[in-house]
T-cell receptor, first 113, second 114 residues
Framework: KQEVTQIPAALSVPEGENLVLNCSFTDSAIYNLQWFRQDPGKGLTSLLLIQSSQREQTSGRLNASLDKSSGRSTLYIAASQPGDSATYLCAVRLEGNFNKFYFGSGTKLNVKP | GAGVSQSPSNKVTEKGKDVELRCDPISGHTALYWYRQSLGQGLEFLIYFQGNSAPDKSGLPSDRFSAERTGGSVSTLTIQRTQQEDSAVYLC????????????FGEGSRLTVL
């Protein structure tokens, strides 16, 4: 069974700092990995989708990397802003079972002005 | 539609009443998912639809929960004889079935059972 872990559970940083969020998974036979952002009381917003054949994806100040062999993905946020404060979740989809998503429990980020 | 739409956004009901939650997925998305998120908790999978059929209902917590999808589009999640532990945010998501499909979520329906 695929287990997805996100460490740390919470992170507080001063504005302007670069930071890395971690996502690890136990079954490396993944098809893709997706990063989401969730604001309090809201749904999940898709940030980046990385296919298993890719090593990284970038969108603005966000960069997500994927290392299948080690079962890890990182989300790098450059020059953090208070508006980046939210919970960040990762989800993986397995090869041969595209219909199931396995979610981590998230990292709650607080960027202090 | 432009995004996944859910209604109602908030629902307060009394214990024992039935509730219906609606999800309108992105147009053309054949895969539809229901999740539940209790306060401060992670996502709990409930049910998955491919078209109008539900090949995976493994997450439904009890027989009080049911869901249907019609016309390969709108889905309704029904909770009968609601209990206080049913209080949560119910999230719907949709994606294309084709390989690599990105998952998109609605804003959720917050259910409070008094």
């Amino acid at each position: 069974k695929q287990e997805v872990t996100q460490i740390p559970a919470a992170l507080s940083v001063p504005e302007g700092e670069n930071l890395v969020l971690n996502c690890s998974f136990t079954d490396s036979a993944i098809y893709n990995l997706q990063w989401f952002r969730q604001d309090p009381g809201k749904g999940l917003t898709s940030l980046l989708l990385i296919q298993s054949s890719q090593r990284e994806q970038t969108s603005g100040r966000l960069n997500a990397s994927l290392d299948k062999s080690s079962g890890r993905s990182t989300l790098y946020i450059a020059a953090s802003q208070p508006g980046d404060s939210a919970t960040y979740l990762c989800a993986v989809r397995l090869e041969g079972n595209f219909n199931k998503f396995y979610f981590g429990s998230g990292t709650k980020l607080n960027v202090k002005p | 539609g432009a995004g996944v739409s859910q209604s109602p956004s908030n629902k307060v009901t009394e214990k024992g009443k039935d509730v219906e939650l609606r999800c309108d997925p992105i147009s053309g998305h054949t895969a539809l998912y229901w999740y539940r998120q209790s306060l401060g908790q992670g996502l709990e999978f409930l049910i998955y639809f491919q078209g109008n059929s539900a090949p995976d209902k493994s997450g439904l917590p009890s027989d009080r929960f049911s869901a249907e999808r019609t016309g390969g589009s709108v889905s309704t999640l029904t909770i009968q004889r609601t209990q206080q532990e049913d209080s949560a945010v119910y999230l719907c998501a949709s994606s294309l079935v084709r390989v690599g499909g990105e998952l998109f979520f609605g804003e959720g329906s917050r259910l409070t059972v008094l």
